[in-house]
């Protein structure tokens, strides 16, 4: 796990403004690849990021998580669903990752979340023994599932094909 440093901290050591490293880390702003770096550099020798200010900051980033065996845009529930969620989160201002993951690996995953690249997640399966939801409630990151699991406390969003079934049989019966 790494620790926080305050932006504060960070420039002091470096001896850089707050707003230089700010800039360097969002992305937003003309600063060198050289100083870049050199940021990059003493968080990864501290073992460190740098919180933000309040905590409540957003990177306005949403992850779509994909299992990587899908072609899940050949299917039209899932195409319309995500259509759903493009028009969404454009709306408010977000933007989706698209993240491919193998079975339990979390280290994309970890990786975002390290880097406060994403605000939240959007799986596209559960799979038993699955740790991907049991990692984001322990780190308390809000996410949903497209899909079900049989666990109240996750919001899951699914179609009831079964109940579709009978409803459809009845009316041809």
Same mark, same amino acid.
């Not at 740098?50 to 998580?65: F, P, Y």
């Not at 399966?125 to 049989?150: A, E, R, T």
């Not at 406390?153 to 579709?164: E, F, G, T």
């Given at each position: 796990?790494?620790?926080?440093?305050?932006?504060?901290?960070?420039?002091?050591?470096?001896?850089?403004?707050?707003?230089?490293?700010?800039?360097?880390?969002?992305? $937003?702003? @003309?600063? *060198?690849? &050289?100083?870049?770096?050199? /940021? %990059?550099?003493?968080?990864?020798?501290?073992?460190? !990021?740098? $919180?933000? @200010?309040? *905590?409540? &900051?957003?990177?306005?980033? /949403? %992850?779509?998580?994909?299992?990587?065996?899908?072609? !899940?845009?050949?299917?039209?529930?899932?195409?319309?669903?995500?259509?759903?969620?493009?028009?969404?989160?454009?709306?408010?201002?977000?933007?989706?990752?698209?993240?491919?993951?193998?079975?339990?690996?979390?280290?994309?995953?970890?990786?975002?979340?390290?880097?406060?690249?994403?605000?939240?997640?959007?799986?596209?399966?559960?799979?038993?023994?699955?740790?991907?939801?049991?990692?984001?409630?322990?780190?308390?990151?809000?996410?949903?599932?497209?899909?079900?699991?049989?666990?109240?406390?996750?919001?899951?969003?699914?179609?009831?094909?079964?109940?579709?079934?009978?409803?459809?049989?009845?009316?041809?019966?």
């Amino acid at each position: 796990m790494k620790k926080e440093i305050s932006l504060a901290e960070a420039a002091q050591e470096l001896q850089l403004s707050k707003t230089t490293i700010s800039r360097a880390l969002s992305g $937003k702003g @003309r600063i *060198g690849k &050289e100083t870049q770096d050199r /940021i %990059a550099r003493f968080l990864e020798e501290q073992n460190a !990021v740098v $919180k933000t @200010r309040s *905590g409540m &900051e957003k990177s306005k980033n /949403i %992850a779509i998580l994909f299992p990587a065996h899908a072609i !899940v845009a050949e299917t039209p529930f899932f195409q319309n669903c995500l259509d759903g969620v493009y028009a969404y989160c454009s709306q408010k201002g977000y933007d989706l990752f698209y993240v491919s993951e193998k079975d339990d690996d979390v280290s994309k995953l970890k990786q975002l979340l390290d880097r406060k690249k994403v605000d939240g997640f959007i799986l596209t399966h559960y799979q038993l023994g699955n740790n991907l939801v049991q990692y984001l409630q322990m780190k308390k990151v809000p996410f949903v599932l497209i899909g079900s699991i049989d666990d109240d406390s996750v919001i899951q969003v699914d179609s009831d094909h079964k109940a579709a079934g009978i409803e459809l049989a009845s009316m041809l019966l």
